[in-house]
């Protein structure tokens, strides 16, 4: 290997690309390794400029009758351009078999695949699974495999996963029905039409068309279909959400929501009407203090530092959630609907806000100016943020949320604002039985491999 180079200089002068003729080229393969795969970027009178897909070998491919390149190579400040005489295949002997090598390299792109989906049910499931081929569908001219997954015990069941470097589409069977009024932390994957791909089964996993619809009427659900975006990870985190939800007793959810309030039966969920501490017994979330506010217990605490809902969110209307990463875990790509806030602090808007009254004059009314915190969207997303957002993301192993384009990568505490007390309550129980799960299941995955 390494014997052809197109790109020339004095110090490669050595380096002389080959040319073997058309004829040996289709009978013994590329000439630095006998393969296949590769591609020609120029090609010019009779000789084709051929790059080798595995090792990045360059070499010429002369019309058969011709002793010589009609490309020149090595062109450069300091030597001329030359053409390369035809040799002789330095793999004469050894023909290739093209049916084994498309055999050979279709069962690795197969197999890559097959590790990346099983790598996202494991966590999802968390726990080793052993996925089946239902099917395979074209992606970029490659043949990939479409798989099905089950666990024994689980009341999940994936009945149809794949990728086509796009996204993700994942079907899901689920075995008790769940009202999709709590599902609302996955809405966000819930609610998009997955675009018609070879990947998209619509009728083993129909997508859920309205999904605002469904969440308003409790529809139930036992079977459905999931675009997933362009990583595993939000896969895996519905897989574990389905999983922790079908636990709870949802009839016995809505009942405290709608029916069983302090003021009799509601039309919508009433933060003021739930009995909320019963709300968060029925969701089997553990938590210390529940008046207005709760601070939710029983995460992985390597995760989480706390986890804290605002029933009553003066500010912004709804309730809220505060979480407190710990540091090396940033906020991963989540699937819960609408708006991050952020701390002014952890924004480039930081310098231009005072923070103290005090700086600025009398001392004696020490009033805190109140930093509040803003939504991320209103920030313009800029290249210095994503620039700093590329490098924390190495070495964590999971896509981390888009919000990072637009905070500083050191930002830990967000707030999520949800419609009422109810969705705030199931966004509480996703980032301490789910997420906080998933991130330290990932690192630990992770630091397996
Ligand atoms: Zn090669």
């Known amino acids: 290997m390494g014997e052809a180079q ?47 897909a595995d090792f990045g070998t360059s070499a010429l491919i002369v019309a058969d009758g011709l002793s010589r390149s009609s490309i020149g190579v090595g062109g450069g400040a300091n030597s001329e351009a030359y053409y390369p005489e035809v040799v ?29 989906l099983k790598s996202a049910l494991d966590l999802g499931y968390g726990v080793e699974t052993m996925p089946h081929i239902e099917a395979h ?12 997954a089950q666990v024994e015990g689980s009341p999940v069941e994936v009945t149809w996963f794949a990728q086509n470097y796009h996204f993700y589409f994942m079907g899901v069977k689920l075995q008790n029905e769940v009202p999709a009024t709590l599902l609302s932390p996955l809405a966000g994957i ?9 990947h998209v089964n619509t009728e083993v996993a129909p997508p859920i068309p309205n999904f605002q619809k469904s969440y308003h009427n409790n529809e139930p659900l036992t079977r459905f279909g999931i675009d997933c975006g362009g990583r595993g990870f939000l896969a895996s985190t519905a897989i574990r959400y389905l999983a922790e939800i079908s636990k709870v007793d949802a009839g016995q959810v809505l009942d405290l929501c709608l029916n069983k309030t302090r003021y009799g039966r509601m039309e919508r969920i009433d933060g003021n009407a739930i009995e909320f501490e019963e709300l968060l017994k029925a969701l089997q979330l553990e938590y210390s203090e529940a008046s207005y506010n709760a601070n939710i217990i029983g995460f992985p605490e390597e ?42 602090e952890d924004t480039g808007l930081e310098p231009h806000i005072p923070k103290d009254s005090g700086e600025r004059g009398s001392s004696q009314s020490k009033s805190k100016i109140i930093t509040p915190e803003i939504p991320v969207s209103v920030l ?6 994503s620039r700093v957002a590329a490098q924390v993301q190495e ?7 888009a919000a990072y384009q637009r905070v500083w990568p050191s930002a830990r505490e967000f707030t999520f604002n949800t419609p009422n007390v109810l969705d705030a309550a199931l966004t509480a129980f996703y980032f301490a039985k789910v997420v906080g799960p998933l991130l330290r299941d990932s690192k630990r995955m992770a630091a397996e491999a």
């Open 6 to 52: 197109v790109t020339g200089g004095p110090a490669k002068e050595q380096n002389r690309a080959i040319a073997v003729s058309t004829s040996e080229f289709h009978e013994f393969g590329c000439p630095c390794c006998g393969g296949i795969f590769g591609r020609s970027p120029i090609s010019g009178g009779d000789t084709m400029l051929w790059e080798c």
């Open 88 to 116: 002789d295949h330095p793999r004469r002997g050894q023909p290739v078999d093209r049916e084994k090598l498309i055999a050979d390299r279709e069962a690795g792109i197969e197999r890559g695949e097959l590790t990346r």
């Open 137 to 148: 569908h074209r992606s970029k001219s490659q043949e990939l495999p479409i798989v099905s």
């Open 190 to 198: 819930l609610e998009s039409d997955p675009a018609l791909s070879g």
């Open 303 to 344: 995760v989480f530092e706390s986890i804290a809902i605002d029933r009553f969110d003066t500010e912004r209307g709804g309730s809220s959630v505060r979480i407190k990463l710990h540091d090396g875990f940033p906020l991963p790509v989540l699937a819960v609907p609408g708006e991050i806030y952020v701390k002014v």
């Open 380 to 385: 313009r997303y800029s290249d210095q943020f």
């Open 395 to 401: 070495g964590i192993p999971y896509p981390i949320n």
